[in-house]
């Protein structure tokens, strides 16, 4: 089982940028092995919504939502995804979560809140 922490949230004005970041941990594991990851939010009460996937080699796909603000990125070396948040709006105040889906299973973490101010 994939351990992942999420960092990097916080409250920042409308217009502003914030980068997130998953650390994932497995004994003698590389994330390479993780075929796709990527990151989801959620509002109180509302499905956990899909923004942004990685595969191991790269490849990427983003939620219309944010396509052309946000950009997703792995480092399979450090065991490290990230998300570079631009022009963020107050409408992207979500808890943002890490994900790795590892065959039929998809390892959560535990989430960080990102509030955008007007």
């Known amino acids: 089982q994939w351990q992942l922490v999420e960092s990097g949230g916080g409250l920042v004005q409308s217009g502003g940028s914030l980068r997130l970041s998953c650390a994932a941990s497995?004994?003698?594991?590389?994330?390479?092995?993780?075929?796709?990851m990527g990151w989801h939010r959620q509002a109180p009460g509302k499905q956990r919504e899909f923004i942004a996937g990685i595969t191991r080699n790269g490849n990427t796909n983003y939620a219309d939502s944010v396509k052309g603000r946000f950009t997703i990125s792995r480092d399979n070396d450090k065991n490290k995804m990230s998300l570079q948040m631009n022009t963020l709006k107050p409408e992207d105040t979500y808890v943002y979560y890490c994900?790795?889906?590892?065959?039929?299973?998809?390892?959560w973490g535990q989430g960080t809140q990102v509030t955008v101010s007007s």
């Open positions: 994900a790795a889906k590892i065959g039929v299973s998809v390892n």
């Open positions: 497995k004994t003698s594991a590389s994330i390479f092995t993780i075929a796709s």
